[in-house]
């Protein structure tokens, strides 16, 4: 009796063993790149991001401008001061050239910031737009039990053989029609 207990359990392992290395992993891979170029909410992002970089560079070239129109004022009266000495003192050129230098700073602070407000915007505006990308992701692999779904995008490799393309079923899940 001991016996056929021991030999009925071994064949239950055997058989488990059996089941579970024949089940077949599934491995998915998208190109969430593409997934997000057709998303509205990319575009209306987009167009807020290149909005508020028109208002920066207005104003970038505003400053330009004004540090142009100095610099041209500094040419013309260092002119004056090899032929008319006395109608621009070294002071006087020294302030203006500390008032070029202190234009150039602002330009350049400017210029930072407004990159560094940029690149926080955009961060705010795509951010959402990713976590529900990866949301639909997360959905069609439970849905599909996917063990896992890659990104193309980061990959060096992947065979399209032995591995499911779900960008179709996570553009439907966004509700994309193309």
Avoid: C
């Amino acid at each position: 009796m001991r016996k056929v207990f021991q030999l009925s359990v071994l064949f239950l392992f055997l058989l488990s063993f059996g089941y579970t290395s024949a089940q077949k992993l599934k491995f998915g891979h998208t190109d969430s790149q593409a997934i997000m170029t057709i998303l509205p909410d990319t575009k209306e992002a987009q167009k807020a991001l290149e909005e508020e970089s028109k208002k920066m560079e207005e104003h970038l070239a505003n400053m330009r401008a004004e540090a142009q129109k100095k610099y041209n004022e500094y040419l013309e009266n260092d002119a004056l001061l090899k032929t008319s000495p006395e109608k621009w003192s070294d002071l006087e050129r020294a302030d203006k050239e500390a008032e070029l230098q202190s234009l150039q700073d602002r330009l350049t602070k400017y210029q930072q910031s407004a990159s560094d407000i940029l690149t926080k915007k955009q961060n705010e505006l795509y951010q959402p737009i990713l976590e529900k990308i990866k949301n639909a992701i997360n959905e069609i692999a439970k849905e599909g039990d996917f063990i896992y779904i890659f990104d193309i995008n980061a990959l060096l490799y992947y065979s399209e053989t032995q591995s499911i393309d779900v960008t179709p079923l996570i553009k439907k899940k966004l509700g994309i029609t193309n």
